[in-house]
């Protein structure tokens, strides 16, 4: 396979993220409209960015909130200050082969800064867009990375946890690339999506890119497909 970049979600994509988002949340909401959120409701609201969220939910004081958010968001994150385990290994892997990386979230740019600070993979990409206040714009963050680096969209692949990001992967023309090694993604919805592959495991994801991405690996890409369609590690 011929992959000249990937473009990963953030949020149970790179790190256990999504608990801190609904801890996060569900606090600055007491503080400001008095009221528990369940993590159902509050993934329900995901799609714009934190600071869109603030100004449907809190129009008066959305400043307030998401600061409040962020503060939250920080003192959480500590508590899951670490990447999913291989996801360093793949990242170093995909370096290795000569594939450029970018992150692509529906997260606003203050957390994403957050959590990349905490998760410490910054280094390893050459570009991250994240989300706006006005909703769910991945398709087009995701362009404007193919733009950034000249290459069409058959040979770059997104990475990511939730049904939007396989939607916007496929509206935007990448290849994509199910990421179910989260507690908190659902692979059954993923694989609905019909993704390239889906993966239960990192280690999974590192075995595709060993046969599939890997220069030195070789195998036909036929018989390399045919591994990951055969292995526990994959839907």
Not at 44 to 50: H, N, R, T, V, Y
């Amino acid at each position: 396979m011929k992959l000249r970049g990937c473009i990963f979600d953030l949020d149970g994509t790179l790190g256990n993220t999504l608990p801190v988002c609904y801890q996060a949340f569900q606090r600055a909401f007491v503080k400001y409209l008095g009221r528990h959120f369940a993590n159902d409701e509050i993934h329900a609201l995901f799609g714009p960015s934190e600071e869109g969220i603030c100004q449907q939910l809190v129009p008066d004081q959305w400043e307030a909130c998401l600061q409040t958010y962020l503060e939250i968001y920080d003192e959480v994150h500590a508590q899951y200050a670490q990447p999913f385990p291989g996801i360093e290994d793949a990242l170093q892997l995909l370096k290795q082969c000569g594939v450029p990386l970018a992150i692509v979230t529906a997260k606003g740019h203050q957390s994403a800064a957050i959590s990349l600070r905490y998760l410490g993979l910054a280094h390893y990409f050459d570009t991250i867009e994240t989300g706006t206040a006005k909703g769910a714009v991945k398709p087009m963050f995701i362009r404007k990375v193919l733009a950034r680096w000249g290459t069409p969209s058959d040979q770059v692949a997104y990475v990511g946890d939730a049904a939007y990001d396989m939607e916007a992967a496929r509206e935007a023309g990448v290849i994509p690339l199910g990421a179910a090694w989260a507690a908190t993604a659902d692979a059954d919805r993923l694989e609905r999506l019909s993704p390239r592959v889906t993966f239960r495991s990192v280690d999974g994801f590192i075995r595709w890119i060993e046969v599939n991405v890997n220069p030195t690996a070789g195998e036909p890409s036929e018989g390399r497909e045919q591994w990951c369609k055969e292995s526990q590690d994959c839907l």
